[in-house]
């Protein structure tokens, strides 16, 4: 059984994207793990990673998320584990989990240092249980060369495989390469794939929105599938609103108070695939019954407009495991950007 350790100088930088394309582009046997959970859910009174339960469910790993992950918390985990202890636990876990397995793939924490305290950092993780090391990188061009180079002269690499990098969401690949490639390998660090950033990778459903706003949906349910690509918030008149010219982008989320119903009917009657209902007010009954007849799903949440549209902006637009176009988009990015064999051997 091979092992590789996908790691992350930063949060977001997409691991779980391109151990999933990595996976899928070969279809082999695979097995994964992430030690330290970093992205908790709680499904069936059980709190499971959701990188973990993601990974289950699209590489039809036959494993329990539950198992996948040591732990969520710092304080439980350190007072469970002293390191001698942590370092033969991880281990053992890689062992049965890669048991009949072609490759195990174990991810990361959300950056490097993540989990340091408590012996479960990427590093560590890593010198556990041997194998190669890649490390994702993601950001602007200034950000990731400064991650870089902060690796090449600060971080400690002896006795690690370290395969290389793994550059994601790169804007301009031409001018990337043209510009930072020559002083990355200068450095003796090995690119092992620059991504390109695409932006329907930053799309999310509507059923993902409804669960990260633990909204209740009170109309349109046929609709939970819908694609945003683009968002309103539904603040000033309506009038103003209709000569906004991002009011009428296709595929737009409106987010709005539950009492506007000229600004809802306005919004029904033009390219929408969903309406947040702010400040748990709900909208007249022939309003519900003209978006359920348009399958434009109505999510209500308890909180106003402004920080519905804080919580969204921030929010990551994570894959989900039923969205079987995203995951063939991102195997057939990571096969054509990333030197899979390479990596896989």
Same mark, same amino acid.
């Given at each position: 059984?091979?092992?590789?350790?996908?790691?992350?100088?930063?949060?977001?930088?997409?691991?779980?994207?391109?151990?999933?394309?990595?996976?899928?582009?070969?279809?082999?046997?695979?097995?994964?793990?992430?030690?330290?959970?970093?992205?908790?859910?709680?499904?069936?009174?059980?709190?499971?990673?959701?990188?973990?339960?993601?990974?289950?469910?699209?590489?039809?790993?036959?494993?329990?998320?539950?198992?996948?992950?040591?732990?969520?918390?710092?304080?439980?985990?350190?007072?469970?584990?002293?390191?001698?202890?942590?370092?033969?636990?991880?281990?053992?876990?890689?062992?049965?989990?890669?048991?009949?397995?072609?490759?195990?793939?174990?991810?990361?924490?959300?950056?490097?240092?993540?989990?340091?305290?408590?012996?479960?950092?990427?590093?560590?993780?890593?010198?556990?249980?041997?194998?190669?090391?890649?490390?994702?990188? $993601?950001?602007?061009?200034?950000?990731? !060369? =400064?991650?870089? *180079?902060?690796?090449?002269?600060? #971080? @400690?690499?002896?006795?690690?495989?370290?395969?290389?990098?793994?550059?994601?969401?790169?804007?301009?690949?031409?001018?990337?390469?043209?510009?930072?490639?020559?002083?990355?390998?200068?450095?003796?660090?090995?690119?092992?794939?620059?991504?390109?950033?695409?932006?329907?990778?930053?799309?999310?459903?509507?059923?993902?929105?409804?669960?990260?706003?633990?909204?209740?949906?009170?109309?349109?349910?046929?609709?939970?599938?819908?694609?945003?690509?683009?968002?309103?918030?539904?603040?000033?008149?309506?009038?103003?609103?209709?000569?906004?010219?991002?009011?009428?982008?296709?595929?737009?989320?409106?987010?709005?108070?539950?009492?506007? $119903?000229?600004?809802?009917?306005?919004? !029904? =009657?033009?390219? *929408?695939?969903?309406?947040?209902? #702010? @400040?748990?007010?709900?909208?007249?009954?022939?309003?519900?019954?003209?978006?359920?007849?348009?399958?434009?799903?109505?999510?209500?949440?308890?909180?106003?407009?402004?920080?519905?549209?804080?919580?969204?902006?921030?929010?990551?637009?994570?894959?989900?495991?039923?969205?079987?176009?995203?995951?063939?988009?991102?195997?057939?990015?990571?096969?054509?950007?990333?030197?899979?064999?390479?990596?896989?051997?």
């Amino acid at each position: 059984m091979k092992t590789i350790t996908i790691a992350s100088a930063r949060e977001g930088a997409g691991k779980t994207s391109i151990i999933v394309g990595l996976a899928t582009s070969l279809g082999k046997a695979y097995g994964y793990m992430k030690p330290f959970g970093d992205r908790l859910i709680y499904r069936r009174k059980r709190n499971w990673d959701y990188d973990a339960n993601l990974m289950v469910n699209i590489l039809g790993i036959d494993e329990d998320p539950e198992t996948i992950s040591l732990g969520f918390n710092h304080s439980k985990l350190k007072y469970v584990y002293d390191e001698a202890r942590m370092k033969d636990t991880v281990v053992s876990m890689a062992a049965n989990i890669g048991k009949g397995k072609d490759l195990l793939f174990v991810e990361g924490g959300r950056d490097l240092t993540y989990g340091a305290s408590v012996h479960l950092d990427s590093l560590s993780v890593h010198q556990y249980v041997g194998g190669k090391l890649i490390i994702v990188y $993601s950001g602007d061009n200034d950000q990731v !060369l =400064d991650d870089i *180079t902060h690796l090449h002269s600060y #971080t @400690n690499l002896k006795g690690a495989d370290f395969a290389g990098i793994i550059i994601n969401n790169v804007h301009d690949v031409d001018d990337f390469e043209n510009t930072h490639t020559k002083v990355i390998t200068d450095m003796g660090i090995p690119i092992l794939g620059i991504i390109p950033f695409r932006e329907q990778l930053t799309y999310f459903s509507i059923n993902f929105l409804s669960e990260k706003l633990f909204a209740k949906v009170i109309a349109g349910e046929k609709g939970l599938n819908n694609i945003v690509k683009n968002i309103f918030v539904g603040a000033m008149s309506t009038g103003e609103s209709l000569r906004n010219p991002l009011f009428n982008k296709e595929n737009k989320l409106l987010i709005t108070s539950g009492d506007r $119903s000229d600004m809802i009917l306005a919004a !029904l =009657d033009s390219d *929408t695939v969903g309406i947040v209902l #702010t @400040n748990n007010l709900l909208p007249p009954s022939n309003i519900i019954a003209r978006a359920t007849e348009k399958n434009v799903p109505l999510l209500l949440v308890s909180t106003d407009t402004f920080q519905v549209s804080k919580q969204i902006d921030r929010m990551e637009a994570l894959l989900t495991p039923d969205n079987e176009e995203r995951i063939k988009f991102i195997a057939q990015l990571v096969t054509k950007y990333v030197r899979v064999e390479s990596i896989i051997g």
